[in-house]
Antibody, heavy 119, light 108 residues
Framework: EVQLVESGGGLVKPGGSLRLSCAAS????????MNWVRQAPGKGLEWVSS????????YYADSVKGRFTISRDNAKNSLYLQMNSLRAEDTAVYYC????????????WGKGTTVTVSS | EIVLTQSPGTLSLSPGERATLSCRAS???????LAWYQQKPGQAPRLLIY???SRATGIPDRFSGGGSGTDFTLTISRLEPEDFAVYYC?????????FGGGTKVEIK
């Protein structure tokens, strides 16, 4: 079964750090670009960051540039998001999503992990 | 950045009725790289439509997508009880990828 499972969320104080993980299974992880998308409580979806299959291309939303770092380990079938200098507005459910990099779009999503930034 | 505007914000309909959701882009969407997602409370988004009009694997044929350029629609031909949810459009042909604000389809 094709699956993505996020972990690493939790409660952190403003200015703190957190590292999210996304474990992939059931498909050839190294063949796909991957994305992080977040959803603040009661709000819509916001793209956060993307990474190509070999990590050659990395992109960030302006709202997280300079604070978040996306990475992957194809040997471990895992995607990561290192989040530093966290702010209250980073509070959200964070999803990882598989990117076919073709017209087929972002076809597999994890269930998400919740990040709460509060003092 | 391409801004996607969805309308209406909320659609109140009864089971069995037809739902038509709109997604308008601030500039032309590249190669119809336009997707629709369904999201239910507490769940992740689920891909319904990609390439503006192709149904994703396992999606019932009561869901259909159409449009090109800057105007796209998602149609649910006859609403089933499980279709009441929030629907998002997304463009993924230009960087950064962007989502619309969503349309909530609620039971009337």
């Amino acid at each position: 079964e094709v699956q993505l499972v996020e972990s690493g969320g939790g409660l952190v104080k403003p200015g703190g750090s957190l590292r999210l993980s996304c474990a992939a299974s059931g498909f050839t992880f190294s063949s796909y670009s991957m994305n992080w998308v977040r959803q603040a409580p009661g709000k819509g979806l916001e793209w956060v960051s993307s990474i190509s299959s070999s990590s050659s291309y990395i992109y960030y939303a302006d709202s997280v540039k300079g604070r978040f770092t996306i990475s992957r380990d194809n040997a471990k079938n895992s995607l990561y998001l290192q989040m530093n200098s966290l702010r209250a507005e980073d509070t959200a459910v964070y999803y990882c999503a598989r990117d076919t990099s073709m017209v087929e779009g972002w076809d597999v999503w994890g269930k998400g992990t919740t990040v709460t930034v509060s003092s | 950045e391409i801004v996607l505007t969805q309308s209406p914000g909320t659609l109140s309909l009864s089971p069995g009725e037809r739902a038509t959701l709109s997604c308008r882009a601030s500039q032309s969407v590249s190669s119809s790289y336009l997707a629709w997602y369904q999201q239910k409370p507490g769940q992740a988004p689920r891909l319904l439509i990609y390439g503006a009009s192709s149904r994703a694997t396992g999606i019932p044929d009561r869901f259909s997508g159409g449009g090109s350029g800057t105007d796209f629609t998602l149609t649910i031909s006859r609403l089933e009880p499980e279709d009441f949810a929030v629907y998002y459009c997304q463009q993924y042909g230009s960087s950064p990828p962007t989502f619309g604000g969503g349309t909530k389809v609620e039971i009337k």
